[in-house]
């Protein structure tokens, strides 16, 4: 009768306890500060209904992942693959509803947008954003699945910061959207399934 009892009390409280756990991004401490950080700027521009106020913020935004630069460990979920082996790029939701983007091709990046490809890719160099181990990873990887990766963000193969809201985010409505769901460039060097939830 007792061991039954310890069967069920345990067995609920483990349920119960994954209910519960934490998110992936909120246990690790570097990712996380960036997460609230990206909230902090976002939140109270959004709620004032400021122009000038969303511009600030997105460019805020865009700095505080300047500052970032490389991480390491972080979680995050695989929610888009194009390409091949040699134009890929993919995008990885790092927290809610902020993602990483890296690219290895500037077809890929800029499909549609050829005045604003020219005028600003003149000074860069082509990327790859993705380490050659990253993209073998990615041929092990399905969309929706957990990942741990590491890289560095705001930088594409030391090519110096580029990151899409600085190119696409010239009016309000475009800063809005960038602040309700951002999306930053990195570099990714590593990326391998997560081995936790």
């Known amino acids: 009768m007792a061991g039954r009892r310890v069967f069920l009390l345990g067995g609920a409280g483990f349920i119960l306890g994954g209910c519960f756990d934490r998110p992936c991004h909120e246990r690790i401490p570097a990712q996380k500060a960036f997460l609230e950080g990206l909230q902090a700027l976002a939140k109270p521009a959004l709620a004032s209904n400021n122009p000038l106020a969303v511009e600030e913020a997105a460019r805020r935004s865009v700095a505080l992942a300047d500052k970032v630069g490389a991480f390491s460990g972080w979680c995050g979920t695989v929610r888009k693959i194009e390409g091949n082996a040699q134009t890929a790029a993919v995008t990885i939701e790092v ?9 290895n091709d500037w077809a890929l990046a800029f499909a549609g947008s050829v005045t604003d490809l020219f005028s600003t890719r003149s000074r860069q160099t082509p990327p790859p954003g993705l380490s050659e181990a990253a993209i073998a990873a990615l041929k092990t990887l399905r969309l929706g699945e957990r990942v741990t990766l590491s890289g560095r963000l705001g930088e594409i193969a030391g090519s110096g910061v580029f ?12 800063h809005r959207q960038f602040l309700q769901t951002p999306r930053f460039v990195a570099r990714v060097e590593a990326l391998a399934a997560s081995t936790k939830s």
Do not use: C, I, Q, T
């Not at 990151?163 to 475009?174: A, M, Q, T, Y």
């Open 95 to 103: 927290g809610p509803h902020v993602s990483l983007y890296a690219f």
């Open 163 to 174: 990151d899409l809201s600085r190119l696409f985010g010239k009016s309000v409505e475009e």
